[in-house]
């Protein structure tokens, strides 16, 4: 492929934020939110036609790009493959809807917000495609400024903690991570992940730098216990800030550990199982009754999120094929709902400005429209069949099942918590007695609103019934993944 | 002899100019306006007489000179950031009624002592031109002698400085002895034997460069001397001295002192960490910008030692292209201190720079650049500094040194997020004048575009740098 597509859809956000920032002087804010929706659009249909024109019966990195430089060192790198392009997609999907939210909770500084999140969109892209440990580190840690800013300028009243909190965790984690790629370099002479994958690090070195990655990783998924920036980021962040950071953000980590963790040191992957799935477990249950205890929504849905990540670390590291799509899946669809749970809440905050449960109950009688797209969500939300949440937890926990008994069967108990905790907050918020006055007054969803959660209402149900587009693209990736993760292992117990 | 004098054409010529402007000086009154412009001019055209000169290695006055690539890139470093130091500070001399027309006379006087110093081969010129650069400091700290600040950071400056340059001398004198010559090249073979006496003498040496270079545990001086001189006094201190002092600190790694690396890589790591730490650390309390800063380039001296610590020539280039990086970031950090003005008054409280961002959207986006490029977050230009640095660190498999160090970014991050928070997140409360400082704009601008295009070629600086140590 000659034409640079993936550059193209790194820098198109980069670029069009650009021209907002030229257009800065005009009052009217219109121009700059057309310009955004419209680049965001069309990075969305150019993630589609990449989707749609890559081979994904092959497990080989496609539309590969590479070009010097930093001279003799590192190569400016980028290729996808089955797993990375569903995450671009939902990208370029979540972002155009975020810029849509926009339009009804940002009131103050709306050009710069547009220009931050397109920024935060090229540096998520970048991640995703980068196929160089620099050059992924450089996106991943990039993304920490706009993040830094949203949760800052824009977020509520303890924002300032929040957002210190979150840039300093990360980045406290991403400096060993640094430290481990330059040692990589030097161990193996490239950081080209293609060429790390063959030339295999010998096994004296990899525990160390699993540790590394793990360390950025942990925080970044959020894994317990290093999870505690995550509720207090969501809920001080804006809505749009709150849906980039759980449908995105958290995916990082994850695909991080897919790309790098689990092919770059296949025999400490292996090592460290124990750890994660305890970590993974504690998160599942912990977290859980956690989030049956908030009264703010925002953080309930913050505490599920880790929760729903407990799985997705548990699903990787089964280094079984339902195990590891099941975790793919369950990015994606937690993406989604997330996303779809946290412009929920934004949609009831904009109009009350209260994000307590308690100011809240019987929205059924008034909001008829928000409130059945609210059931969809939670129900999704705790993984009820035919939504996408139920594929996702549940090819998790088969995964499981064939590595570990004990560990699959206390993962199950926290499905029932998950039910618990969003029932119980469907039936405080939406159903009930009516105490608030308020609430009378308020009115349904409105267009933007309609148009971004029914989108997403849409791609729940319809992954749930219909995975097989997901499945089928990540199917011959995810089997590399093992067949070398375990002609790895199989090696080294020859030895 | 007389046909080698052409090497030391930009010395020459840069003596023969600061003695025509000084006589402009005396005889003309009121003349700070055309000296400032000659000293630019003749910082210009010294630029060009350097560039034109060839890069082979030539040594002069039995061996005492050299004049080869590295000292012409240091040369042209410090030329180019006095440049910037001179013109981007215009304003705020002006308004301070600093033009004194010695002000840029003494500057020139400076800038010729670290051509010496970077030139030198020799204990002799090497320690005559630090003694040139450091009286020129004195004063320059003390430029403003009616401000009581001025002046007391100018004694303490002189205090102390006397003081290290002693010991620097001390331990010259000691080299000379253990060693029978004060010829680099000749002190570096007889290194190579048996010398207890001649490690005594590198403490000595390593305790007076660090000094100049302001790196802890001789860093008292600075917060002072930076908070007390004027700003645009501040800027230059901050930037050029460093420049000098680091080329020196690796030149006397590189020749005289290359045998017994063991020796004193040790001291360096426990310097560089120590800079590191306390400058992360210690700025974290602190109110006043200027001081901030202070603390910061301590800590950035840290990252650059720590290149040198390694003691292998890509540690060496490392360092350069951080001092480098360190230089852009700097010069544009002080430029923008030149706009905080507020009825005919410079601010340099954290404080004043509350909400900055809604009245001054591009300074506050300048601002937010240069202090998310000092605290190394990619894809900015600091990032790759500390990236050369740490690659290079990691090399020698000093893992300690490079987690330390990283760490040592983390706790540095808080504070300059804690800036950038002072002007994003908080409510505005001063509004600036807007002056018309295009002079000072325009380096901001400079900086800041360097910084954000650094990532599409990385390797620009790191090319140039590589060429220094080919011989």
Known sequence: MDFPILSTLIFLPLVSSLFIFISRGQKNNNSAIYISLFSSLATFILSLFVWYSMDYTSADFQFLEEQSWINDFIKFKLGIDGISILFIVLTALITPICIISCINSVKDRVKEFLIAILILETFMIGVFCSLDLVIFYLFFEAGLIPMFLIIGVWGGPRRVYSAFKFFLFTLLGSVLMLVAIIAIYWITGTTDVTQIYEIKIPKEYQNLLWLAFFSSFAVKTPMWPVHTWLPDAHVEAPTAGSVILAAILLKMAGYGFLRFSLPMFPLASEFFTPLIFTLSIIAIIYTSLVALMQEDMKKLIAYSSVAHMGYVTLGIFTFTKQGIEGSVFQMISHGLISAALFLCVGVVYDRLHSRMISTYGGLVNYLPKYSFLFIVFALAGLGLPGTSGFLGEFLVLTGTFQKNYLVAMLATFGVVLGAAYMLWLTKRVIFGVTKNDQIKNLKDVNKSEMIMLGILAVLVIFFGFYPVPLMETLNVSVDNLINNYETAVQIESLN | ?471
């Open chain 2, 1 to 471: 002899m007389i046909n080698n004098l052409n090497i030391l054409l930009p010395e020459i010529f840069l003596t023969l100019s600061i003695f025509s402007i000084l006589m402009i000086g005396v005889f003309i009154k009121n003349s700070f306006n055309l000296i400032f412009n000659l000293s630019s001019l003749i910082i210009l055209l010294t630029i060009i007489i350097i560039l034109n000169s060839p890069n082979n290695v030539e040594k002069i006055f039995l061996e005492s000179f050299t004049r080869d690539s590295f000292s012409n890139f240091f040369k042209i470093l410090i030329l180019i950031s006095s440049l910037f130091v001179l013109n981007s500070s215009k304003n705020y001399i002006l308004d301070k009624k600093l033009t004194k027309f010695e002000y840029p006379i003494i500057i020139l006087i400076s800038i010729l002592g670290m051509f010496f110093m970077v030139s030198s081969n020799d204990i002799i010129l090497f320690y005559l031109g630090l003694e040139l650069q450091s009286l020129s400091l004195y004063i320059l700290a003390s430029i403003d002698r009616d401000n009581l600040k001025s002046s007391e950071s100018g004694i303490k400056y002189f205090v102390l400085s006397a003081l290290s340059s002693g010991l620097l001398l001390y331990g010259c004198s000691l080299l000379y002895g253990f060693t029978g010559s004060t010829n680099f090249d000749l002190i570096a073979n007889e290194l190579g034997k048996e010398n207890t006496g001649a490690v005594f003498a590198m403490v000595f040496i390593l305790v007076g460069l660090a000094f100049k270079v302001s790196a802890v545990p001789f860093h008292m001086w600075t917060p002072d001397v930076y908070e007390g001189a004027p700003t645009s006094i501040t800027s230059y201190f901050a930037v050029v001295p460093k420049v000098a002092g680091l080329a020196v600190l690796i030149k006397f790694m590189l020749i005289p002192f290359s045998k017994i690396s063991m020796e004193w890589q040790t001291i360096i790591i426990f310097i560089s960490i120590a800079s590191m730490i306390l400058g992360a650390v210690a700025a974290i309390g602190q109110k006043n910008i200027k001081r901030l800063l202070a603390y910061s380039s301590i800590g950035h001296i840290g990252y650059a030692l720590a290149g040198v610590a390694t003691g292998v020539i890509s540690g060496y280039e490392s360092a350069i292209v951080y001092i480098s990086i360190y230089v852009v970031m700097n010069l544009g950090a002080f430029s923008c201190l030149y706009l905080l003005k507020k009825d005919g008054e410079y601010k340099e409280n954290i404080s004043d720079l509350s909400g900055i961002s809604k009245k001054h959207p591009i300074l506050a986006i300048s601002f937010l650049v240069i202090l998310f490029s000092l605290a190394g977050i990619p894809p900015l230009g600091g990032f790759f500094a500390k990236f050369f640095v740490f690659a290079a660190v990691v090399e020698q498999q000093m893992y300690a040194l490079a987690i330390i160090g990283l760490l040592a970014t983390v706790i540095s991050a808080f504070y300059y997020l804690k800036i950038i928070k002072t002007i994003y997140f908080d409510d505005s409360v001063i509004s600036f004048d807007n002056t018309k400082n295009k002079l000072a704009q325009l380096s901001i601008f400079i900086s800041c575009s360097i910084l954000l295009t650094f990532f599409l070629y990385p390797s620009v600086l790191s090319n140039v740098v590589d060429t220094l140590f080919l011989n």
